[in-house]
Nanobody
Framework: QVQLVESGGALVHPGGSLRLSCEAHGDIVGILNMGWHRQEAGKQREMVAVITSSGTATYADSVKGRFTISRDNAKNTLYLQLNSLKPEDTAVFYC???????????????WGQGTQVTVSS
């Protein structure tokens, strides 16, 4: 069984920084794209950033220049560095990954449980 475990969410002041982590555990054969989505209360989940297995990153316009996505393939871990945080960044952040587990030949999407980021003075 594969699990994504997130950490790093917190309450931070406007202008502050956070680093989110997402570690994939289980019988993993390979990981393709990984990324972060976020969901504000009462709104739809939206893409924040995606990174390919070779390191090519794509960002939502609202976070370009402030957030940086990265991954450590040896550790099956995904990161999101959040800088210059704004109150409108307040949301639950979810990581996802396209993973091939040892029990299947298919690539399946997996999601983490979510980590709360609150930006408030």
């Amino acid at each position: 069984q594969v699990q994504l475990v997130e950490s790093g969410g917190a309450l931070v002041h406007p202008g502050g920084s956070l680093r989110l982590s997402c570690e994939a555990h289980g019988d993993i054969v390979g990981i393709l794209n990984m990324g972060w989505h976020r969901q504000e209360a009462g709104k739809q989940r939206e893409m924040v950033a995606v990174i390919t297995s070779s390191g090519t990153a794509t960002y939502a316009d609202s976070v370009k220049g402030r957030f940086t996505i990265s991954r450590d393939n040896a550790k099956n871990t995904l990161y999101l560095q959040l800088n210059s945080l704004k109150p409108e960044d307040t949301a639950v952040f979810y990581c996802f990954a396209l993973i091939r587990a040892g029990t299947t030949s298919n690539w399946e999407p997996y999601w983490g449980q979510g980590t709360q980021v609150t930006v408030s003075s």
